[in-house]
């Protein structure tokens, strides 16, 4: 029997379109009273409209979510009372960590922290009274994992998981259940780069099932759990720790002995020391925090005490520096981040760690939490430790190291009665660090995040004095002492536990999930009828996802789910061959390319019939792909149709089967040049699967695209595009690739000088340029865009500067008859590419790389060289 919301009234923030909407047409179609909350008054009535046209009941409310009462008013005004509450509502202002504002951050947090606290505040009283409520957070992948240009909101993000545990905790024994969804569905700028097919998959009405199936009376207990949920796929995380290290806890354990991992207690060698280093460590006036400073100043770094408490922070500083060490106080609270940091610069010259150490409590049930104990908390652990880390980042890229240790704690990694203020701050502070780590690795600055536990004023009240001894903040201090070391290149953005010499990691463990078809509307009866699959952690299907692209994956390995028993993770092929491949060939020309080592799914995916794709240009375009690479008006046979010499420059043989293509990033690109290239014309292209190989965690897919003249037949161009898909291996496939002569040569370059170098920089505005060729793709043009993706700023084209890389060889030695490239690094537009070349054999084989970063971008990469060909018909 088809689940009924009759006689519920469900408050959904944020509702006036994408996933709100979603929500509330679902649950107003099963009988629901709906409240559909939206800062739009216009869009939010629309929704209400479209339901009441429907038969449905809804009303609107357009207060902020920061006015939790107001909303929570609406549904008890206008429908009695409220028993189901989905905090939906939220807020974007991506920018990279080094240019983000305060008032960016507040405002995330004032959306996403304040409004669910504000809101849940408000509806709680009502859920205790009627013994049943149903609380949804919604988390994303950014606060999971972290993600470029999105500090606050990773934050934001990952706080609501705490927040969701504790409320888990608190609302057990009154029939209040809450659950927090990390859902992926398409949105305004997913648009912007997918196709159409591809967006039907990431429908918002994959999500809303879920949700109805949880918060029904009689759906499954999710309480306190954290479900991943898009594209007809649904998994639950959860997290999973390692068996850790144990140390023996006397005066062998240092970061050394940490360092060197080996209890007991064996020391590297060198000592790891911290000479000429300056550590910031807030929170410094007892404690931890004080067994940090003790630490650092015995180990010969300069140490900066920071302490509201004036009498605490000094007396740290005399304890350091009658041992021998240098220390300051920085008398503040940790929300003056400048202050800290200019104490340190102006002492010691510079700073090169930050501990985030400092804290409050104001432990209350939620019942009786206040808004100024939410607010104090936040303000302390997690803007403290934000403004902190934002004034020491532009020192730590200067000098191009930097290492944070920030705090988070049990609490927040697992909830606890009486804390959701302490929860929501601690996990939100894991959410900004893992943020921190990626945008930081560029700039080795390494960030990671430790829950500490140790003997406190409180603790020894209760505890026996030899459980005191046992976790002592000593104890903690070589752990943070190793993460912060010039020793700790590779570990970062990572959790880890640690008490009493003992030291584990803390990771995500996602299970195996299900995926439901696509073509076929999901209902909440369909998702309670598979719970146990995507809840299972022991079906040896479980992952250990570590970014939000890999997340992605898993869902993306749904999208070619029709309701077949192939499995899931097989169905890559099935998505990628509609979008890289572009010809309507039969099945007897299309098993040319099966191998005898081919899985059945890849002989299944090479027979797969697609159409072709045309494609017609002028001398305008030739033109303008010349201006892309960097032709100028001083090359007249590049930039002038009315020149005797006018050519499209070699590289343009990309373009055509592009258009073919997904915008989609790859590895290498083979590009063959069969005949004369015209500088107009109409051009068809053919593509299919050349090759699959299973890398284990990760599969490599190779295209070939011929571009042949449509009148004609004569093939122009051979196109070989290679890409790499992280998640998903492992379908049993051929394991090493065959020989494809100059497609899949190494090209190593000789032990000698180069032949020729020519360098050649780009011009600010270069990729707005090229991206005219074709490839709109906002990573090169939209920064916000950029940043979601990991970088700082809109990147080049990685075929634009093959095609530059490839004028330098036409310059330099002639023409060429292919060339082939593997994409080893990005470049910003406005950066200097140098081209070194060798000439052997008629090849010049090659490597290009930004000057400005001595970072190589092009490699393994070379050309055939033509004996007598000329580029025009």
Not at 557 to 579: M, Q, T
Request: proline share 4%; net charge neutral; aromatic share 8%.
């Amino acid at each position: 029997m088809p689940l009924s919301f009759k006689g519920h009234t469900v408050v959904i923030t944020g509702a006036g379109g994408g996933l709100g909407k979603a929500y509330a047409l679902l649950y107003a179609s099963r009988g629901a009273n709906v409240v559909v909350n939206d800062f739009n008054p216009q869009a939010a009535q629309k929704v209400v409209d479209e339901i009441k046209k429907a038969g449905g009941k809804a009303v609107i409310n357009s207060s902020s979510v920061t006015d939790g009462a107001a909303v929570i008013k609406t549904a008890v005004d206008s429908f009695g009372g409220v028993s189901i509450l989905i905090n939906n509502a939220g807020i974007l202002r991506d920018k990279g960590f080094k240019s983000m504002t305060d008032q960016e951050w507040d405002a995330v947090m004032a959306v996403h922290l304040k409004g669910t606290f504000a809101c849940t505040k408000a509806a709680w009283s009502i859920f205790r009274k009627q013994q049943f409520g149903r609380v949804v957070n919604v988390t994303s992948a950014a606060g999971l994992y972290g993600n470029f240009g999105q500090a606050n909101y990773s934050a934001a993000k990952m706080g609501l998981v705490g927040f969701t545990k504790t409320l888990a905790r608190e609302g057990a024994k009154y029939g209040i259940r809450a659950t927090v969804i990390a859902p992926l569905a398409a949105s305004a700028m997913t648009e912007t780069v997918m196709p159409p097919d591809m967006l039907a998959n990431l429908k918002p009405e994959f999500i809303s099932p879920f949700v109805a199936a949880i918060t029904h009376p009689d759906g499954p207990d999710a309480s306190g759990k954290i479900f991943e949920v898009g594209a007809g796929w649904v998994a639950e995380i959860r997290w999973e720790r390692s068996r850790g290290a144990v140390f023996k806890t006397d005066a062998s354990f240092t970061p050394s002995a940490v360092t060197a991992s080996l209890p007991p207690n064996k020391q590297s060698s060198p000592e790891v020391r911290y000479d000429g280093k300056t550590v910031i460590i807030t929170g410094a006036g007892a404690g931890l925090g004080r067994a940090y400073a003790l630490m650092y100043g015995r180990l010969g770094a300069n140490v900066v005490v920071n302490d509201v408490s004036e009498k605490g922070a000094r007396a740290v500083v005399a304890e350091v520096e009658k041992a021998g060490g240098k220390a300051t106080a920085a008398i503040c609270s940790a929300e003056e981040g400048e202050t800290i940091v200019k104490t340190a610069v102006d002492k010691f010259g510079s700073v090169h760690v930050l501990v985030a150490n400092a804290g409050v409590l104001r432990d209350k049930s939620f019942t009786a939490m206040t808004e100024q104990d939410w607010d104090i908390v936040l303000a302390v652990h997690l803007r403290g430790t934000y403004r902190c880390a934002k004034a020491v980042w532009p020192i730590f890229q200067r000098q191009k190291f930097g290492r944070i240790v920030t705090t988070c704690s049990q609490v927040g990694i697992y909830g606890n009665f009486g804390q959701a203020n302490y929860s929501t701050a601690k996990a939100g502070i894991t959410g900004l660090t893992r943020t921190l780590a990626i945008e930081g690795a560029k700039y080795n600055i390494i960030a990671n995040v430790i829950a500490p536990s140790a003997g406190t004023a409180m603790t020894s009240t209760v505890w026996p004095q030899e459980m005191v001894d046992a976790f002592k903040p000593d104890y903690i201090a070589p752990v943070v002492g190793y993460l912060t070391s010039a020793e700790n290149e590779n570990t970062t953005g990572s959790l880890f536990e640690i008490l009493g010499g003992w030291a584990a990691q803390t990771r995500w463990q996602r299970a195996g999930g299900h995926g439901f078809p696509v073509k076929k509307p999901l209902t909440p009866e369909d998702v309670i009828s598979k719970w146990d699959v995507f809840t299972s952690f022991d079906d040896g299907r479980a992952t250990n996802p570590a970014s939000a692209q890999e997340a992605f994956l898993d869902m993306l390995s749904n999208f070619g789910n029709e309701g077949s028993d192939v499995k899931a993770k097989l169905s890559f092929a099935h998505l990628l061959i509609p979008h890289f491949l572009s010809c309507n060939r039969t099945i007897a020309m299309a098993n040319h390319y099966i191998d005898p080592e081919d899985s059945d799914v890849v002989i299944e995916a090479k027979k797969s019939p697609v159409d072709p794709v045309d494609y017609s240009y002028t001398e305008r375009d030739v033109i303008l792909y010349n201006l892309g690479i960097g032709a100028t008006e001083k090359d007249l046979q590049w930039t002038y149709e009315g020149d005797d010499q006018f050519v499209a420059l070699p590289t343009f043989g990309v373009i055509p089967q592009f258009h073919a293509n997904a915008k989609l990033l790859h590895g290498e690109q083979y590009l063959a040049i069969k005949a004369p290239i015209p500088t107009q014309g109409d051009l068809i292209n053919e593509s299919r699967l050349l090759e699959v190989l299973d890398k284990g965690k990760a599969a490599s897919v190779t295209f070939i695209s011929e571009t042949k003249d449509k009148s004609s037949g004569k093939v122009i161009f051979e196109n070989q595009s290679t890409v790499f898909i992280r998640g998903s291996g492992g379908f049993g496939g051929k394991k090493k690739g065959n020989d494809r002569g100059p497609a899949s040569a190494l090209n190593v370059p000789p032990k000698r000088n180069a032949d020729a170098v020519v360098e050649e920089k780009t011009s600010p505005s270069q990729a707005a340029l090229y991206r005219l060729s074709g490839d709109y793709n906002p990573l090169h043009i939209l920064p916000e865009f950029a940043a979601i993706g990991g970088f700082d700023k809109p990147i080049l084209h990685g075929l634009c500067s093959m095609g530059i890389a490839g004028k330098h060889i036409l310059k330099t030695f002639g023409d060429f008859i292919d060339i082939k490239v593997r994409f080893a690094g990005v470049v910003y537009p406005g950066e200097t590419l140098v081209t070194e070349m060798w000439k052997a054999d008629g090849r010049v084989v090659f490597t290009t790389k930004v000057k400005e970063r001595d970072a190589i971008v092009l490699a393994s990469a070379a050309a055939t060289l033509a004996s007598s060909r000329k580029a025009k018909l």
